[in-house]
């Protein structure tokens, strides 16, 4: 039993891996992007008409500003952040946080999810998370913390996909 | 023993489903763009000067059709989308295949890839993919054959947040 335990464990560990490695490299991307652009860029549309590349930013730092209640592992840090970049879509007419104090809550935010994430022992990470009921888990247990992960590095995959053109040198 | 090996392959069939509905909800949202999007609407740039629509569509097609051989699992069927769409970058001089063409091959390529993810084993996919080396799966065995798919994901991602806008309908 010890060994198939030990090996049990060590999957999931393999899993947690193979998931905060592709949130870590998206989280990264980003850093490269707003270390490459200027605040100027970040004032243009980085999207036709929609969305200018500071609301953009403003939006992954809400979302993953609530990555931690999410997950029942603690309080936004910036509430208002969810307010101005999630609840509310984007107006060039609206006066939003400055690309200064934005940059800064994207930085914190990050710091703040990677402590947690280094610190939880890999079970933790396949309990449900607290927008699911206990009855629908037992049902749906693919419906487990590290699967918001999941789906937050892909949201933030596409928002990068409209962001990098602000920027010069572009990658693919 | 028996329940323990039972829980652990489980739980392994737990992550896959993770990781295949994230990867089949990315190919379901390219498939409503496709859905909606005129032909004539594809042959527009996608990012502000480069990459129209249609080429980051036989890009995907084309990274999607490469997805068997590098699981090991199969060979390529469209091996020209990988020259003109994977190996060569966009040209705006360079006559690609028709939308026709493109659409086609995207829904042919992903049924293929839909046919043998659904035949696998969970096991299978923590085995190694073919462009990592047994001695270094040996230190690395997050670097498994689902790994690729996360990271297929997420590429897919970051191509449908350039290509959106295409469209009037857009979503976030």
Same mark, same amino acid.
């Given at each position: 039993?010890?060994?198939?335990?030990?090996?049990?464990?060590?999957?999931?560990?393999?899993?947690?891996?193979?998931?905060?490695?592709?949130?870590?490299?998206?989280?990264?991307?980003?850093?490269?992007?707003?270390?490459?652009?200027?605040?100027?860029?970040?004032?243009?549309?980085?999207?036709?008409?929609?969305?200018?590349?500071?609301?953009?930013?403003?939006?992954?730092?809400?979302?993953?500003?609530?990555?931690?209640?999410?997950?029942?592992?603690?309080?936004?840090?910036?509430?208002? *952040?969810?307010?101005?970049? #999630?609840?509310?879509?984007?107006?060039?007419?609206?006066?939003?946080?400055?690309?200064?104090?934005?940059?800064?809550?994207?930085?914190?935010?990050?710091?703040?999810?990677?402590?947690?994430?280094?610190?939880?022992?890999?079970?933790?990470? *396949?309990?449900?998370?607290?927008? #699911?009921?206990?009855?629908?888990?037992?049902?749906?247990?693919?419906?487990?913390?590290?699967?918001?992960?999941?789906?937050?590095?892909?949201?933030?995959?596409?928002?990068?996909?409209?962001?990098?053109?602000?920027?010069?040198?572009?990658?693919?």
């Amino acid at each position: 039993m010890t060994t198939s335990a030990t090996l049990y464990k060590g999957e999931k560990q393999i899993f947690v891996k193979m998931v905060l490695d592709a949130w870590r490299t998206q989280n990264s991307r980003v850093d490269k992007f707003l270390a490459e652009v200027s605040d100027e860029q970040l004032a243009w549309p980085a999207v036709l008409g929609r969305n200018s590349g500071l609301y953009v930013i403003g939006h992954l730092t809400g979302i993953t500003d609530g990555l931690l209640p999410i997950l029942g592992w603690g309080e936004r840090k910036y509430s208002e *952040f969810e307010e101005t970049f #999630v609840k509310r879509p984007y107006d060039p007419e609206v006066k939003i946080a400055t690309a200064a104090e934005v940059r800064k809550a994207w930085k914190r935010v990050n710091e703040i999810a990677e402590k947690k994430f280094s610190e939880v022992e890999p079970d933790e990470w *396949f309990d449900r998370h607290t927008a #699911v009921s206990a009855e629908d888990f037992a049902k749906e247990p693919h419906r487990n913390r590290l699967n918001v992960i999941v789906s937050r590095t892909n949201h933030q995959s596409y928002h990068l996909g409209q962001l990098l053109f602000l920027t010069k040198n572009r990658e693919d």
